[in-house]
């Protein structure tokens, strides 16, 4: 059978053309990364000069004292870093969670929202800033919020057996979406207008402006949790993008790996938008704009999804903490700069569809 | 539930500020909610950040010159109506956890000595400077700011703030008005207070329940919210029928269009405030004198409210005529000469 | 034709069927199924629409449970077997449907892969290797980049048997794997029906078309009425008489359109 194997790689590589070294885009992707990551760190309101920056960082390496002044450092170490760390695990959460929802429901344009962890996470915030609790207490409400309503969404999904379980979970999610919608909205206008109002808008749209290092210890082993089951999962995520009979035909058993993966994804929604608020369009369109650039094939587009959500998200906060002199909301920068960057890539002539 | 601070534990500084001193919680009686940080001995307080509106109308009263900047919008005319430094003073954005609009790097760039936030004070405020004092090692305290409170206010902060004298004169004038809305209401009874409605938007549907601190100024100048019969709560809507249910004696704005439309809608006509035409709009130049903030800025307004309501009633008579009263309290807490002319403007352009 | 091996108690049969009744819920699809397929044996089933062709693949399948009886593969119930385990001895090739995805025909073949490797494994070169095999063997080995979606329908359906065929299965079940086909890629799938029969697999089908049944079958099923109602050599299964009772068609009108493939399968009998 070798010999065959070699001819046969021989006549297809005489008919494919050769790829190129399968390393290099992920060396280009990590490159890229790393200079968003730095640009983040050299840019923001508090003037300070990349001589700073750089002696700050090799102080904090060395042990040693870096002659700079308690404000500078408490800006890179305290308010920067805790914000770029965020939006590093933030963006590359929703991103693949997004990427295995996509893949689960056989559907492009699906979100990580489509069972209702943004809505219930929303619900939950909004109720612990209307009852005017701790911010902590506010942010596990989120979680559990979230948790609850995709777990309402599955529980009511399996009571029903008559139709495509796929979809019964799609109009289950829609349903208890608005329903928990109806309820933001309840308490927006029971909401004090001056005080509380402001709070519960900016929250609903999102921003990392209020990340501090105590929130990121809580809430990153939770997302990570919810990480590792979907990328070691990765390559088996193909599978579910099959009729269900014929992926359990091949060996798979359907339900019990997609209650994984909802767990899984949920998980790791629930805590970002316990740490964040709602940041809507990277679960949707970065999976999206990855599969364009890297294929379906969930083995790359996990990874692809993770640096690119990682590295937009961190552009997209820097952006929203440099361009206006107030702090823009991160949900409207990111619709405002991906919807277009969407559109560039469609219009481009690339892998057939 | 103790939490663990990966970073900060090589900065010792930030380590001593805020491990060696925990969160502080005033004891009975006194209007400080809360405060977080190492605060400076209050002759070395140069810089002073206003968390919020009311915070910010306190200390342009106690402190101008130590003012950072305000927390909210002013009009070029609202800033006519102010003293030398606080006129120029930069808009700089509000701290308020998740509605802040002051980005956190500018905040440290400020490098105020202190944040001062006034006004409700529950767990989420509470919360919230705490978490401003741990990311960015600046010192927060929280003061209580309810009508009731700002005497007690005026003098504590001034003391912390290094201006104890200016806010012994302050809350003197404080006291004055306090007492004497108390004295007005000892003796009205509560059946006698006259039944009034305060209508916040343009449109005046928009009022506060009993409990709001938007709208406390009405019972303590001895009238009586006539939303009193829906429950207690915070500002709220309310539709035109329960408004003729309630039907109001007096009916109160800051808004001038919602104070003419009251006058001549049709709908309104019934309402035995608009027949007796006892609709009257508070100024609101440089800060309303009934709310917007809810802060130190309505001591006057209690002043006007009582003269209104109670123009009888021997201690109001005995006060000071109105526009003398608005020249003095303006040149007191703002910084002001007005004109007589300008006063009579200011309280024209509103009734 | 070679001599039609015979299941019997020397060899263990593949697949068996005990007395099957099939259906979903109250509706009895079909009673009394009973039926064994040899190692390296092909079977084809005949039957009308709706006779519950794709019921029986599926209860067959184990994706659906038998209203009564019970289906054995390799001696063992489906019902005891873990789902992996079965996947490595039987392959499933669908009717070929557009995918969703732009997946390379590669990544599909090597989606028959996932009973072969870990849990938390992705394919490695010796299943890269494997797969280019199976898409050797059924010639499509220029296909391999092509995207899934923007190929024939014909050159799908030879994906999907290759994509069953990566699972190095000992029985194959093929739910008409023929339709929608144009001539020529019928003849190029039924030639490579004939040639996996030829290298030891046993191969379930099903099909609306009597003369290809004809062709690649060592025995043909019919199932009509609920009911297996022959099944046998081709020569004596799928005669003109029979054909007419299962389709519920004149039997000169059988024997004008099968004609030729009656004649080369087996000598003519007694004219109808």
């Not at chain 1, 035909?249 to 997609?258: P, Y």
């Not at chain 2, 130049?285 to 309505?298: A, E, H, I, K």
């Not at chain 3, 794997?177 to 890629?185: E, M, Q, R, V």
Request: glycine letters at 10%.
């Amino acid at each position: 059978m070798t010999t065959c194997v070699k001819e046969a790689r021989q006549a297809s590589a005489a008919l494919c053309p050769p790829a190129p070294a399968i390393w290099l885009p992920w060396a280009v992707a990590g490159v890229l990364l790393a200079a968003v990551v730095v640009a983040a760190f050299a840019l923001g309101k508090f003037p300070m000069a990349p001589a700073d920056l750089l002696r700050a960082v090799l102080a904090r390496s060395t042990g040693a004292a870096s002659g700079l002044s308690p404000a500078q450092e408490t800006v890179v170490w305290n308010i920067r870093l805790p914000r770029i760390a965020a939006g590093l695990l933030v963006g590359a959460g929703l991103a693949a969670a997004g990427a295995a929802y996509q893949g689960m429901f056989r559907n492009p344009l699906v979100s990580p929202d489509i069972l209702g962890v943004s809505a219930g996470a929303g619900l939950g915030a909004v109720l612990g800033i209307y009852l005017g609790l701790p911010l902590a207490v506010v942010q596990a409400l989120a979680f559990i919020g979230g948790l609850l309503a995709v777990g309402t969404v599955v529980g009511v999904a399996g009571l029903v057996r008559r139709h495509d379980p796929v979809l019964v979970l799609v109009l289950a999610g829609i349903a208890v979406g608005a329903l928990l919608g109806a309820g933001i909205s309840l308490i927006k206008i029971l909401a004090d207008p001056t005080t509380q109002l402001p709070s519960i808008t900016f929250w609903l749209l999102g921003g990392l402006n209020a990340v501090t290092t105590a929130d990121l210890a809580v809430t990153a082993p939770v997302m990570l949790a919810g990480l590792v089951p979907m990328a070691l999962l990765r390559w088996r995520m193909n599978l579910l993008s099959l009729a269900d009979e014929e992926a359990q035909a091949l060996g798979i058993s359907v339900v019990r790996l997609r209650l994984l993966l909802v767990a899984a994804a949920t998980l790791t929604t629930a805590a970002a938008v316990s740490l964040t608020g709602i940041i809507g369009w990277i679960g949707l369109v970065v999976p999206h704009v990855a599969r364009l650039l890297v294929g379906p094939n969930f083995a790359r587009l996990l990874p692809a999804s993770l640096l690119l959500g990682g590295g937009f998200l961190v552009a997209t906060d820097t952006l929203a903490r440099t361009a206006a002199s107030i702090e823009l909301p991160l949900g409207i920068l990111t619709a405002l700069v991906g919807a277009p960057f969407f559109l560039f890539l469609l219009a481009r002539p690339g892998r057939g569809e | 539930m103790k939490r663990r601070h990966w970073l900060q534990s090589g900065l010792p500084w930030l380590a001593a500020a805020w491990w060696g001193v925990p969160a502080w919680a005033g004891p009975t009686g006194s209007t400080i909610a809360a405060r977080f940080g190492k605060l400076p001995p209050p002759e070395r307080v140069r810089r002073v950040f206003a968390a919020g509106a009311p915070a910010g109308v306190l200390l342009a009263a106690l402190a101008p010159d130590k003012l950072v900047g305000w927390p909210l919008q002013l009009s070029d005319a609202a800033r006519g109506l102010l003293g030398a430094p606080l006129q120029g003073l930069p808009f700089v954005g509000r701290l308020a956890g998740r509605g802040s609009t002051v980005p956190m790097e500018t905040l440290v760039q400020l490098q105020p000595d202190l944040i001062l936030d006034s006004g409700t004070a529950d767990a989420t405020c509470i919360s919230a400077a705490r978490r401003v004092t741990e990311q960015t090692g600046l010192p927060c305290v929280l003061v209580h700011g309810r009508l009731a409170d700002h005497a007690a206010q005026l003098r504590e902060v001034g003391q912390l703030l290094g201006v104890a004298e200016r806010g012994e004169r302050l809350a003197a004038y404080a006291d004055a008005t306090l007492a004497l809305a108390a004295q007005v209401r000892a003796s009205v009874a509560l059946a006698e207070r006259p039944r009034v409605y305060f209508g916040r938007s343009a449109d005046g549907l928009e009022t506060g329940l009993e409990g709001s601190i938007n709208l406390e100024l009405l019972d303590f100048a001895a009238g009586s919210n006539v939303t009193a019969a829906a429950g207690k709560g915070s500002l709220t809507r309310v539709s035109l029928e329960q408004i003729l249910g309630w039907d109001p004696e007096v009916i109160v704005t800051q808004d001038p269009a919602f104070a003419r439309r009251a006058l001549s809608d049709p709908l309104w006509q019934s309402l035995t405030a608009v027949r007796k035409r006892r609709v009257h709009c508070a100024p609101s130049m440089p800060f309303g004198w009934l709310d917007g903030p809810p802060g130190v800025n309505r001591l006057i307004g209690v002043h006007w409210l009582v003269q209104l309501l109670h123009p009888a009633h021997p201690a109001v008579r005995a006060l000071e005529p109105l526009p003398v009263a608005v020249q003095r309290f303006y040149r007191l807490f703002y910084g002001a000469d007005l004109s007589p002319k300008a006063v009579a403007a200011l309280l024209e352009g509103a009734a | 034709m070679s001599a039609v091996p015979q299941a019997n108690s020397a060899t263990l049969p593949v697949l068996e069927a005990c007395a099957l009744a099939i259906g979903h819920g109250q509706r009895r699809v079909g009673t009394d199924l009973s039926f064994a397929m040899a190692p390296g044996e092909v079977l084809c089933l005949l039957g009308p629409n709706g006779s519950g062709k794709t019921t029986l693949f599926r209860t067959l399948l184990g994706l659906l449970a038998p209203l009564a009886g019970e289906v054995l593969v390799l001696g063992e119930p489906v019902a005891a077997w873990p789902r992996s385990a079965f996947a490595r001895h039987v392959g499933y090739v669908p009717q070929a449907h557009a995918g969703i995805f732009p997946y390379t025909v590669e990544d599909v073949v090597l989606m028959g892969r996932a009973a072969r490797i870990g849990r938390f494994a992705a394919p490695a070169q010796q299943d890269r290797d494997h797969a280019l095999h199976c898409l050797n063997t059924l010639g499509i080995a220029h296909l391999r980049q092509r995207i899934y979606t923007a190929i024939s329908g014909g050159e799908r359906q030879l994906v999907l048997i290759a994509r069953a065929l990566a699972q190095e299965p000992v029985l194959l079940v093929m739910d008409e794997p023929t339709a929608s086909l144009d001539f020529g890629n019928q003849i190029r799938v039924l030639e490579h029906i004939a040639q996996l029969r030829q290298q030891g697999m046993a191969v379930l089908l099903s099909t609306h078309q009597p003369d290809h049944a004809l062709r690649v079958a060592d025995r043909i099923a019919l199932l009509g009425g609920g009911r297996l109602m022959a099944i046998g050599t081709p020569a004596s299964t799928a005669t003109p008489e029979r054909l007419a009772a299962l389709y519920g068609v004149s039997k000169r009108a059988v024997a004008t359109s099968l004609g030729t493939a009656i004649a080369t399968s087996h000598p003519p009998e007694t004219t109808p």
